[in-house]
């Protein structure tokens, strides 16, 4: 497929979490909109080079670099390097995520701190360091968390997943807030059901078919998916949308 810049043409964006799944088909759209992508990885480095692989292959630009979200000093520092390397950040794209699922009444400890330093700190702190060059980007700055459909409506052994994205909720439209002075928007998007390594590996195959029964659209989300809404609210279409909470879930809220 040839590569055809459109809105994002000269735009840098960080995306967390971007070696693979739904991080993974964020940032090829991105690029596939003419961004030129940060492809943040945790430890997959191979899933993060095949991603900037992929992206070089059509044309587009991208880089890979490793740096943990749930570590504050090594997140500051390497996002303001990559600001200063690249010029700038125009878009930030928080979809670094992990789940720990056990039941609310066996919950340890170190299983809350993981999540909530991850799923909430990360887009917290990631969010902090990197404003300082979004807000110079104004109205073409753009931050979008990725929350999810439990943080919405819950889930049973999944309290603290869902306390992290409820969290991410509620800091998005803060941040709208305290940002919209200079123009900057800022979105969460919520998934539901999507297809990633964690649904095909941990999934059975009579909870896939009770769960597609459950969605009207009846079929489990893609990637892709996902990945087209939040490349509209990184463009500027999406200029007067902000505080807004986008539900990719086949239907499952209306």
């Known amino acids: ?37 940060v492809v943040n990885y945790t430890s997959r480095k191979e899933a993060a080079d095949e ?18 979200v749930k570590n504050r000093d090594e997140t500051s520092a390497t996002i303001k390097d990559i600001g200063k390397q690249q010029g700038g950040i125009d878009i930030l794209v928080n979809n670094a995520g992990i789940a720990i699922n056990g039941l609310m009444m066996r919950v340890k400890p170190t299983h809350f701190d993981d999540v909530i330093n991850v799923n909430l700190g990360g887009v917290m702190w990631c969010s902090q360091v990197a404003s300082s ?9 753009r931050i979008i968390n990725i929350s999810s459909v439990i943080g ?8 603290v997943y869902s306390a992290s994205k409820a969290g991410v909720i509620g800091l998005t439209k803060s941040m709208a807030r305290e940002f919209s002075s200079r123009g900057v928007c800022v979105n969460a998007v919520a998934p539901g059901l999507i297809e990633t390594e ?10 896939r078919q009770t769960t597609i029964e459950q969605i009207p659209l009846k079929r489990i989300g893609l990637p892709q998916d996902v990945a087209g809404v939040v490349a509209f609210l ?3 279409s999406a200029s007067y949308i902000t505080g807004q909470v986008i539900r990719v879930n086949g239907g499952m809220l209306m």
């Open 234 to 236: 990184a463009s500027p």
């Open 1 to 37: 497929m040839s590569h055809q810049p459109t809105g994002l043409s000269g735009r840098i964006a960080l995306v967390t979490g971007g070696s693979r799944g739904i991080g993974r088909a964020i940032c090829i759209a991105l690029a596939e909109h003419g961004a030129k992508v």
């Open 51 to 68: 991603t900037v692989d992929i992206i070089e292959s059509q044309g587009g630009q991208a880089i890979a670099v490793k740096f943990d």
């Open 133 to 141: 060059f979004i807000l110079k980007a104004k109205e073409h700055g």
């Open 198 to 207: 964690m649904i095909s590996t941990q999934m059975s195959e009579d909870m």
């Open 152 to 159: 919405e409506i819950g889930n049973v052994g999944q309290s």
